[in-house]
């Protein structure tokens, strides 16, 4: 075996190398294919020299470079001192292109090591540079417009089990095709085509390790291997037999999945001829959502998907997008969430395409192309015939969500202030609460008769000024306001609830609609778990036929009915004036002569203060562990019942017979901080259903995602779950996600800071059934009076259904013959429980044809609950703190130590005395009562006319003439308050308070409050 030059130009000479190749080989592998290699060798080398900086490398040249006989294909390389050999080895009859490979993973190796960046490893180039080296050799080919690619060691670490960490670590002696270079080598190409960084840029930020590249490119310091893994491990879910397919054998990438999201995938045709025929122009915004799991924003760039429906499809129907895309992180350069919103418009052609009975379902389509791959997401559409009572939930001229209904108003009533709440309406006129179910009831009884008609006076406009409190932020439903106080006099609230029900079709008696009912239920405290649970929460009677005729309390008391003729009406009587015949919230609706639609009124008493209200024998304000709650009104109607079916679980956000009433208002403070700015909120949820064991979008927990709205940069939140494990949140958070901000506070607390405009948050598990929950959010210092930040939660789950085209649907009938065939269908439906079985059936008519079956997957939102932050006066914040405080020591205390929200309530009161505390009250002092603290006669608030303020002096005020003017106080429970004053003899007590860094308490009149009447020096 002798290396010869025999025939080549130059002597084999080229810049950077000194060719030669074995005598051995034949013209074609040895002269032929050595010359073509002289050709572009240096034109190679300046190509992998540009990606290290043009470094170059560390020896002598040109190099002696040898090409060497085999059955295989390899290269090597060794130094002694300044002159490098390089051997390679592309196996007989192989093409230039491997030649070139082989040649490109051996001198980038060379400049690895010259570069001195962390890729080389320790008398080699390790496990890192390997795999970099590997990943350097196969863009070459990319850069050269070569279609080759070779295989590397990506499938070794595939077929490893488990897969180990070699991002955050590096073997450095190890420089051989192993698990080890394989983990690596994937990595890169992660970086590469998933997250779109060059190949210049990644050499460039070199490091100790993978992980360390990875924190240089992206900014983000989380641990990348989760989320990396994650995405391999859903694409290669078997951790042997796997083989990556495609042009690329090393990369599989780009991965990810494209998944819907719907927040509402039900339509009414009466629902979208309202819509049609009002401010909304048949608009439902922010209908739907295409997340976009496994990229970053820099990967995407301006890209977008498509959404479409699918043959057939829904005629005047589109879904157009609705503003830009929305990121978990403001780094786009961090692998995330990605989600894109979308509208549902319709157009009045629509309206012929319902149905004319039942329910007819559509595919809607969802697409998007990334580095070349094509990513697809489907979910489907219900469409409703026209005919059964309903509820509007959607104006976008009012700027409202889909879980603030159009049709479902609260409002406060303090008769002692004003016996006419309702301008025009009855009076209320006995103070009691006997004398607030009657007042509901007339209440109800002029609604219906005054304003039934839908072409005149909307009462539930709050242009229109009907009912009270319309035009602010809907806080009626809030159990902690029992009083109203006014000048030196303490009155009464009342807070009460009405629903609005619409119907369109015929007139007169032939087309009467029989015993509608309407449910109304609260939520102990904020939920995002409206979603139609008939067996927990929305538990009813059933009647002989199998549906909900009353409702009732389920178990744990997670959901109380409340009614408009009394705390507890005997339901089982047929003839009860609730929902028996003729009762008042049970109503035959007839649409009049001469017109095609009308509106009817529901209502009830919202009697949470009456200690003779006890659901199950427990008064009511002991199970309400929230300040502001949930209201959902349900139309229980048996020609059209609420049914769980085709793998959609209905909701307010997504039903028309559901409508959804629930918003927290909290202040903040301004300026003390940081206790004043504390928003504590107890919320309710279940837990996270088991899934399969698996990666993709069918194995993900439930999610709870908070949309921050408007929330400043600072902002930061804690989720207080007790029974739930901080750690194992935050373990599978770092598979999902890409990014996340969580962190763990305690054993049982998550923590984040609003970073981008979405959070995710995985619902544990491993949990009690039922996770109490605490959400307090931290309004940073730099928040101002007037400012208001609307926050909100959803909650996400998954779905899998399975479409099956079949025969046509059966020709129109009219309406008496349709609802008959409607209602028989939707009782056979309500007997057999939730369905995953999407029937589609085509418009036309033809031939029977065999089944097609196709497997859906989409996420959908359960529900959602906003929270809403004004800052505002702080001296105005304190009565109603006290009161609050002093409700929720008497619930707290009336709760036993084991119950599930003990814990909860016992952190969220310690939170609220110290914003009593802050805000200048003194939370020692105020005991537990349901009648809120205590005021005297004159009508102030707190036991007297003063206020206490108790810190240290941080500053003493001098005007411009060098007169002393006041100072500030930094308070012990954080904040600060400002003090004016000009006596000679303050000053010496401020300065001397100041130089001793003394605690000083400083006493003012609650209408002076800037103005000391004493100052207490206190010791250290």
Known sequence: MTYVTTGLPNGGATTYYTFSYDDSLSVADGRDRTIALMAVADSDFAIMNGWFGGVGVPFTLPMPTRIAPGPGASASWGSSGSTVGITVTPGNGSSLDLVRWLLCAEVTEMLMYSQNHGWFGSGNEGSTGEGLSHFLANQLMISIGSTSRFRGPANIWLNTSPRPDWVNNTDPTDNTNSAKSGCALLFLWYLNIQLGFSVNSIVAAGGANLGAVYHTLTGDTNDPFPYFKSLLDAAFPNPTGNSIGGPNPDSPFPLGALTWIVTKGTYGHDEVATSLGSAAMGHFPNAFALALDGFNGQAIGSGTPTASIAAPGFTGLTVPADGPAQFMSANHLIPQRITFPYDAVFASSSLPAFPASGSQTRELDGAMTIAGRAFTAHTDLTFDAAGDPYFTNVNPATHNVFWLSQDLRLFTATPGLNDHPVPGGPAFSTDSYDGAYTYVQALLAWLNSTYSNPSGTDPFDPATGVLPGQSAAYTADSSVTPTTTSGANTYNNYNFAIARVRLNGLSGAPAQTDDVRVFFRVWGTQTADTDYQPTTTYLSHLDAAGLPDYPELP???????????????????????????????????????????????????????DPANSPGGTQVQALLPGDHHCIVAQIAYDGDPIVNAGGTTQSPENSDKLAQRNLQVTHSGNPGWPATHRVPQTFDLRRSPKRPERADVLGHPDELVIDWGNAPKGTTAQIFWPGAKAAGILEVASGLYGVHQLTMVDAE???????????????????????????TIDMPAGVKYGQEFNIVVRRISTRRGERVERRPAPSSKKRTDAMTAKKATKR????????????????????????????????????????????????????????ALAIFRWRLRAMPTNNRWHPVLSRYVDYRAAKVDALGGDAAKIGPSLAGAPRWSTGKPRRDDDLEFTGKVSCVDYDRFGDFSGFTLRLEHGGERSFHARERAVETVVRDAWEERATVSVIVDRDRPHWPEAIILRRP
């Open 828 to 883: 056979s439906a309500a007997h057999e429980g939730p369905q995953v079985t999407v029937v589609v059936d085509d418009d036309e008519q033809g031939p029977a044809t065999e089944p097609m079956t196709e497997s859906l997957t989409w996420r959908y939102i359960t529900g959602s609950f906003q929270v809403k932050v004004p800052i505002s006066d702080e001296e105005k914040m304190l009565p109603a703190e006290e009161d």
């Open 555 to 609: 178990a744990g008391a997670h959901t109380i009915p409340f009614f408009a003729t009394g705390n507890s009406p005997n339901l089982s009587d047929p003839n009860n004036p609730e929902y028996g015949t003729n009762g008042i919230n049970n109503k035959s609706l007839i649409i009049p002569a001469g017109s095609n639609s009308m509106w009817a009124y529901y209502g009830c008493f919202l009697n949470v203060y």
């Open 749 to 775: 607390t998550i923590g984040c800071e609003v970073d981008g405009r979405l959070t995710y948050i995985p619902i544990p598990t491993e949990a009690p059934e039922d996770l109490a929950g605490l959400l």
